[in-house]
């Protein structure tokens, strides 16, 4: 009834407007415009698809783009993480990833911080990736100034009780548990590969906390790692979808001085010296038999794959050969024998075409490529059961030597370049992938490239650079 009743004052006011203007309507082509009768429309906004990044005299670096859209993504990334942790316990970033979000100067706890951002209808979140920390929070751009103040707590004034630490330790060990009990292996394996790739130094050390650790690591531990780390020459703040200026002043409002307030406790006196070495390659071998529970679920039996890893030294992203390293990816592919989502992802990569396709008793094979700052790593993960696994080997090793020695046809090629141009514009659609670009590619170099460089870059690929070195990783695993 409302509707209708709008409709009608509406259909009055134009008629009269009309009338008003003297205009004779039958005289007026289906092809004009009528002008008189409509408010004024509102201006179109025009995507600015620039990153706009401030350099702050304190050498913190604020970075955003806006986009189209009330919702906004802003975040704090901090160089920091495992691979940092030579001086330190293995285990204390694992710690951090736990502990954000809860006591600070401002909020009393964790409840205390969800409500804040219940009020402003936004969500927030904690991740450790191996050489970097995140803290991001999203929600609609109007309550930017808040979200920033939000982030300026957890990563300035944390408390870090005793309590909340006990608390950690618990959902560490529950994690770690999940992981030994869970099907899916992704994780273990990628943990595995990386500390056999560069045995006991930076990326080889553990991104889950030891076992051994979790009643070790206390607060005098956690308190040096992050008046260590958190220096505003190490951190990046990022937003899109959100206009620069005003990202600049709240973050001048709320992170300066950037210094956390753990840092003037009596426990961050003695630091030890931050890691400033670079990633230093290895290789070797390693076998693990880890699981030893039945990991049958009610009366379907669980499978008893093995599963085997290969790995080679590849390119950083900051390597003009990174792109070459990308398109590889895409074209080796690869997937499971089953796939939830419905066939055909996929299917026409080499690893689905010559592995799985070809092989019954293949049930995976994925390639998967790890870009850090200073260098990456290039793999090929398969499973089958335990009696075939000679011949996965041997499969899995038998296709990278086709794809170094053999020539790649324009169809292929032009396939996985179009695949990986698709899966880049795509993610970027998110603002919290575009957030975590923005944020790593100024964090590492002070500059952001835009999808277009990308897209171009990809473009003018005519043949993928062999990037596989003669030093490999090389693991299996067993189930169980």
Known sequence: M???????????????????????????SLKDVIDQGFSNHSKPFTEDKETKITRLSNGLRVASQNKLGSQCAIGVIIKAGPKYEGNFASGTSHYLEKLGFHSSDLYADRNSF?????????IFDCQVARDFIVYAVSGFNTNMDKLTHILSETVLRAKFTEEEIEMAAKSISFELEALERSPPVEPIMNELLHVTAYKNNTLGLPKYCPKQNLDKINREDIIKFVATQFKPEKMVIAGVGIEHDALVKSVEKYFIPTVPNVSYEKAANDLPSPVTTVSEYTGGYYKASILERDLSQYHAPMPEYAHVGIGFESCS?????????CVLHSLLGGGGSFSAGGPGKGMYTRLYLNILNQHHWVNSAQAENHAYADTGLFTIIGSSFPTYLDRLVYTLINELHHTISSSISHEELSRAKHQLKSMLLMNLETRAVSFEDIARQVLTSDVKREPDYWVDQIGKLYSVFKIINSNCVFFYLLYP
Do not use: G, W
């Open 114 to 122: 969800q409500e804040a951002m219940e009020n402003c209808n936004s």
């Open 2 to 28: 409302r509707s209708a009743s709008c409709l009608r004052r509406y259909a009055r006011h134009f008629s009269s407007s009309i009338q008003r203007s003297q205009l004779d309507i039958t005289k007026v």
């Open 317 to 325: 992203y900051t390597d003009p050969k990174f792109v070459s390293a």
